[in-house]
């Protein structure tokens, strides 16, 4: 496609659900990388995936996450056991090189834990 | 200590002013830094690298200073569209990862 696309744009969660969001990056991108961003403050980093290779996971903050990429392209962040303070949104960056130049975002996902 | 940190704002500025904004970060070993632009519930955009000998877009104008560890930004005649949130960039040595500060937010008025 011609840009990060990512799905749900809104997800709406009972405490204790486990929510899946999925990014699919622009064909061809190597670098896949996660962000969480709170109400107010600036996106933090999650994690970076080179082709299906997580390079760096040392955003996540907690074990309840996890991300994967197992074919090198569509990856998949998983939040397991959702608690209030994983309300954010989460956005997915791809750029076709293994730099931060080039990078792109998606329009992120809306998560409201309840 | 955050490793980019910036004023929050808000900023309200009159339409054809000229509006700065400063962004300290802690990591000395830090090699590139953005500015980015940020609508509202739309994600982030790169406005502009930020260069050492200092760079300029149009009505934008990027400075870094490493000595200070410090990034600005100046808007000149700055117009209704550049109502947005700003974010400070940078991309610490050796990870492949940006580091954002917490974003200054701009309104113009008319």
């Known amino acids: ?114 | 200590r955050k490793e980019v940190e910036q004023d929050p704002g808000p900023f309200n500025v009159p339409e054809g002013a000229t509006v700065a904004f400063n962004c300290t970060y802690s990591n000395s070993a830090s090699q590139s830094f953005f500015w980015y632009r940020q609508d509202c519930r739309k994600e982030p955009k790169l406005l502009m690298s930020v260069y050492s000998s200092g760079n300029e877009d149009g009505r934008f104008t990027a400075q870094l200073n490493r000595a200070s560890q410090y990034i600005s930004l100046l808007i000149r005649d700055s117009k209704l569209s550049d109502s947005a949130t700003y974010l400070c960039v940078v991309n610490p040595q050796g990870a492949q990862k940006l580091v954002f500060g917490q974003g200054t937010r701009l309104t113009i008025n008319p």
């Open chain 1, 1 to 114: 496609g011609a840009g990060v696309s990512q799905s749900p744009r809104y997800k709406v969660a009972k405490r204790g659900q486990d929510v899946a969001l999925r990014c699919d990056p622009i064909s061809g991108h190597v670098s896949l990388f996660w962000y969480q961003q709170a109400l107010g403050q600036g996106p933090e980093f999650l994690t970076y995936f080179q082709n299906e290779a997580q390079l760096d996971k040392s955003g996540l903050p907690s074990d309840r996450f996890f991300a994967e990429r197992p074919e090198g392209s569509v990856s998949t962040l998983k939040i397991q056991r959702t608690q209030q303070e994983d309300s954010a949104v989460y956005l997915c960056a791809s750029s076709p090189l293994t730099s931060n130049y080039g990078y792109t975002f998606g329009s992120g996902t809306r998560l409201t834990v309840v």
